[in-house]
């Protein structure tokens, strides 16, 4: 069965902190792999977006990493802000056309001051 | 910068009536889909719609739900006999024009519409 596990479920950080953040999946074909960011109440907003040839892509403090043979993917946030605040959610696209999607089930970044 | 809309932001509807949900994706995309997240749980894809045609569905997606793109701006997803489980907030988004790179083509989401069944 197609899956998209993240880890931690929840993370607490201090302002100003680097962390790391994982996505394990289990999707075939493989598409591509997103990160989004969503604030509580609001919509997925896009971070990255990857293929299978590609191993690394930045936006600004976040670096996403991508390993399609083990199948793994993390998000680096840097030097953190209180804004980082949100669900940091992995999304792996399956099949030729791209457009079915499963959602991991996100973890919940707290910073704090 | 451009953006998806949907209206209503939030229906309190009886269980077995009918729910429209309404969207105007970003103007010059040509794929559109819709989700839910049901409060609590994570994001599940229900449809995506291209070329005046569903291109994929997932299970969620039975014949209680239809989708429908009735003129140039709007794309709407209906769901016919509405059951408690079916509260949940449904996002819309859209996506680009197809190039050599279409998979890595943003999904802009719109604010979601809160769908209360009682």
């Known amino acids: 069965k197609n899956q998209v596990e993240q880890s931690p479920q929840s993370l607490i950080i201090l302002e100003g902190k680097n962390c790391t953040l994982q996505?394990?999946?289990?999707?075939?074909?493989?598409?591509?792999l997103r990160w989004y960011k969503q604030d509580t109440g609001r919509g997925p907003v896009s971070l990255t977006i990857?293929?299978?040839?590609?191993n690394t892509k930045s936006n600004g403090r976040y670096t996403a990493t991508l390993d399609a043979d083990t199948k793994q993917s993390s998000l680096h946030i840097t030097a953190s802000q209180l804004s980082d605040s949100a669900s940091y959610i992995c999304?792996?696209?399956?099949?030729?056309?791209?457009?079915?999607?499963?959602f991991g089930a996100g973890t919940r970044l707290f910073v704090k001051a | 910068e451009p953006e998806v809309t949907q209206t209503p932001s939030h229906q309190v509807t009886q269980m077995g009536q009918e729910v429209i949900l309404r969207c105007v994706p970003i103007?010059?995309?040509?794929?559109f889909y819709w989700y839910r997240q049901i409060l609590g749980q994570k994001v599940e894809f229900l449809v995506s719609?291209?070329?005046?045609?569903?291109?994929?569905k997932s299970e969620i997606f039975d014949d209680q739900f239809s989708v429908e793109r009735p003129d140039g701006s709007n794309f709407t997803l209906k769901i016919r006999s509405t059951k408690l489980e079916d509260s949940a907030m449904y996002f819309c988004?859209?996506?680009?024009?197809?190039?050599?790179?279409?998979?890595?083509?943003?999904?802009?989401f719109g604010e979601g519409s809160w769908l209360t069944v009682v």
């Open positions: 996505c394990n999946y289990t999707v075939s074909p493989f598409s591509n």
């Open positions: 103007s010059n995309h040509l794929y």
């Open positions: 719609f291209y070329n005046n045609e569903i291109s994929e």
């Open positions: 999304v792996v696209s399956e099949g030729t056309g791209g457009f079915k999607t499963i």
């Open positions: 990857m293929t299978f040839s590609e």
């Open positions: 988004a859209s996506s680009g024009t197809r190039t050599l790179r279409e998979m890595r083509n943003t999904i802009y």
